[in-house]
């Protein structure tokens, strides 16, 4: 069973601070995503990956920046975070085309 | 891009009844088409997908349909039971999902005993 580990379940941070938000699988998966999920909008996609040291925006990349060193690890980073970042994070990862998705178990930042 | 609008909002049947769930995209070059359902406090989990060259496609007590002329899917599901109360998402991809997937906004789905 693949499994999509995110680090942590809840973080609190401070306005301004630089944050770090890490996800691994253990299925050997070319894609991982990220997005973000809010009460009325469903989830929207921030960044993804489908390489090794590739990243392409997703529909809301503004205030956010993504690395992918490792095939098996995608990090999502906050460069100064805000009040408005305040949400729940998923991580996602398929392989392939036409497959499909297996997300993380979330991690619901607040920024306080 | 792709822009993936699901009705309703909120969905209450009584259990053993059916359910509809309807989807539309705006990208006629979209392919793939998945559903998920989510728990309260879990994380979304596939349930059924569908691509372009499917009309319709059935697992147990779900199903999923196709329209690509009108360019709209949607979910069914038959004899609801409790554990089926969830919020579900449909979904929508050009590239097979590898270059992410656009998600509608969701639906509750409430099974009244």
Request: aromatic share 10%; hydrophobic share 30%.
């Amino acid at each position: 069973d693949v499994k999509v580990t995110q680090s942590s379940r809840y973080l609190v941070k401070r306005t301004g601070e630089k944050v770090f938000l890490e996800c691994v699988q253990d299925m050997d998966h070319e894609n991982m995503f990220w997005y973000r999920q809010d009460p009325g909008l469903g989830l929207r996609l921030i960044y993804f990956s489908y390489d090794v040291k590739m990243k392409e925006k997703g529909d809301i990349p503004e205030g956010y920046s993504v690395s992918r060193e490792k095939k098996e690890r995608f990090s999502l980073i906050l460069e100064s975070a805000s009040t408005n970042q305040t949400s729940m994070y998923l991580c996602a990862s398929s392989f392939g085309r036409g497959s499909g998705y297996t997300f993380g178990s979330g991690t619901r930042l607040t920024v306080v | 891009g792709e822009n993936v609008e699901q009705h309703p909002s909120t969905l209450s049947v009584q259990e053993g009844d059916s359910a509809v769930i309807k989807c539309t995209y705006s990208d006629s070059a979209s392919n793939y088409f998945p559903w998920y359902k989510q728990e309260l406090g879990k994380r979304p989990q596939l349930i059924i997908d569908i691509r372009s060259n499917v009309g319709e496609k059935k697992d147990q007590r779900i199903a999923v349909t196709l329209n690509k002329t009108a360019k709209h899917f949607s979910l069914h599901i038959t004899e609801t039971q409790p554990e089926d109360s969830a919020v579900y998402f449909c979904a929508a991809s050009s590239g097979g999902g590898a270059d992410g997937l656009t998600f509608g906004k969701g639906t509750h789905l409430i099974i009244q005993p």
